[in-house]
């Protein structure tokens, strides 16, 4: 009987969808824009971080160490880098480790390293990472007052402008999906009203007999879920065609740029964009039925 039940409700939703043909159209491309858009910002933010990490420009600071000091010596440095507030991370880099570190990144230049061999330019530093940003040039001067740290390298700017870049996206990103998804709700509400009138006959004879209130609704609820479930899918699609595009553009102008890649991410993105989908029909149907049932 419940099989009966779930194909009957599943054929239902089907022939809503057909009968309404051009508001079904009108919320699937809707939702599935709404989808392309939230998905493309989503995954300019998260390039961006992993660019931002890559470069090292976000929430680090690079301490150098004055030469003359012994190993005790910057021992000691460290422990009083680490006792500071605003410290999420402090690890070490020795010369030798540095000179290795450059001497692998010019690998094809290896020339440029004879000469130094048996005498490393380069001095011992601190990577440290900070927590909060809006305290970050506190800790820088109270870096540079620490006795033994020649330099302190920071650029609060970049990284202030940066972050700043990042929210205003965020801020952009979450306006586009308040909207849109406001608009996919009201598009989904109106295509399941023009399915509740179309059948508003049958309906009063269902509910004259004794059926439930569930058993009228529930063709309706999965006529959004499908609505849902194909603007996903259709979405996902266009992400992954649209992205694959843009990654070929970066790769040909800007090879310093880091893209990630789509086939790392596809799962979670076809699942958000599913449960996104699925959530935006049955929110739009719910409304619908029980507003205009109840009329």
């Known amino acids: 009987m419940k099989r009966y039940r779930f194909t009957y409700f599943i054929g239902q939703s089907f022939k809503g969808l057909w009968r309404n043909g051009i508001m079904s159209i009108a919320s699937i491309t809707v939702l599935m824009s709404c989808l392309v858009v939230i ?26 160490i004055d030469g003359s000091k012994t190993d005790e010596e910057v021992a ?44 490393n330019p380069l001095r011992d530093s601190f990577v440290i990472t900070y927590i909060d940003n809006a305290k970050a040039s506190t800790l820088a001067y109270q870096l540079g007052q620490i006795d033994g740290i020649a330099t302190v390298n920071v650029r609060l700017d970049l990284a202030v402008t940066i972050e700043k870049l990042k929210n205003g996206i965020s801020l952009v990103l979450v306006w586009f999906m308040a909207i849109l998804f406001a608009v996919s709700i009201f598009v989904i509400i109106n295509t399941i009203k023009l399915a509740v009138h179309s059948r508003r006959t049958e309906i009063s004879i269902m509910r004259y007999i004794g059926a439930t209130e569930w058993f009228v609704i529930l063709p309706f609820i999965f006529e959004g879920i499908i609505i849902g479930i194909i603007s996903s899918l259709l979405a996902y699609l266009i992400e992954g065609y649209m ?11 800007f090879k310093m740029v880091t893209i990630l890649d789509f086939a790392s991410i596809r799962t979670e993105v076809v699942l958000a964009f599913i449960a996104i989908g699925v959530v935006t029909g049955i929110i739009g149907s719910t409304i619908s039925t029980r507003k205009y049932l109840k009329a």
């Open 39 to 64: 998905g493309s910002f989503a995954l300019l933010i998260l390039n961006i971080d992993i660019n931002l990490e890559k470069l090292g420009l976000l929430n680090e600071i690079v301490v150098f």
């Open 76 to 119: 000691a440095i460290g422990e009083q880098i680490n006792a500071l507030d605003n410290i999420d991370s402090v690890d070490f880099i020795s010369k030798e480790q540095a000179l290795e570190e450059e001497r692998q990144r010019y690998e094809d230049y290896p020339e440029l390293f004879e000469q130094i061999e048996n005498d």
């Open 243 to 253: 992205y694959s595009y843009v990654v070929s553009m970066i790769d040909e102008n």
